[in-house]
């Protein structure tokens, strides 16, 4: 591990234009689950199987049920960045780092100081009225004492910009991620299972010179990364010096 470590100091020392793309396993250690470990949303055991609950057809469907689920288990609105959001954020203020690009919809990045954050798949933040688009905040939404939160001025239902199963993903959002990828000498990728499309993807326009992957289990990219660390993204970052 020691040895990794300092593997990936010295990459880090010698890059200038760093990308992270990140999912749900650089937020865990803020206390908010992933989808697929063990302990994950799709291991639950709920009324409907968790994968179908955030899809398009099913908030169409069944509201109630869909923002049962939604505000109870993605809602994590007390969750706190923790030390790879920081370290990031550290990272793009020395100029080291030109983006993240996460699948994650907390807004930990954000909480965390970082400034260019790609949001693949929306943000629990953001949140439009599916009438008439009027905007409301996270917090209007959990708290809205009707379970389905109403927009205050026409009554429509509020829509999370969250990008849900059969929905897709937004295109100025795919094309900085893309390019930023495309641009960037060093990328980082962590805490993610890389089996969801079309994000995984997005990882195949790197021909930078360093690939470095960081995350619990094994995936399809380790085959083809300079360097593969099997820990906890905070607790590797935590320990490059900056
Ligand atoms: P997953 O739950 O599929 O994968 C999380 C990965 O992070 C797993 O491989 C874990 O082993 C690893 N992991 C967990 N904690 C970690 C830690 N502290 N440090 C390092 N690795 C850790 O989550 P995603 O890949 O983000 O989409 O899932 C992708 C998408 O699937 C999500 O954005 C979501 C979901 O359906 C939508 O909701 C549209």
Known sequence: MMENIEKLQEIIDNSNNIVFFGGAGVSTESGIPDFRSVDGLYNLKYKYPPEQIISHTFFQYKPEEFYRFYKD?????????????TFLAKLEEKGKLSAVVTQNIDGLHQAGGSHTVYELHGSIHRNYCTKCHTFYDAEFVKNSKDLIPKCTKCGG????????????????????????????????????????????????????????????????????????????????LSQIKI
């Open 73 to 85: 288990k993605m809602m994590c609105l007390d969750a706190k960045p923790n030390k790879a959001h």
């Open 157 to 236: 239902i509020i829509k999370p910009d969250v990008v849900l199963y059969e929905e897709g993903l937004d295109d100025e959002t795919v094309t900085n991620a893309i390019n930023a990828i495309s641009n960037c000498d060093t990328l980082i990728i962590a805490g993610t299972s890389l089996v969801v499309y079309p994000a995984a993807s997005f990882i195949r326009y790197f021909k930078g010179n360093h690939l470095v992957l960081i995350n619990l289990s094994e995936t399809s990219a380790d085959k083809t990364a300079d360097l593969v660390i099997h820990g906890k993204v905070g607790e590797v």
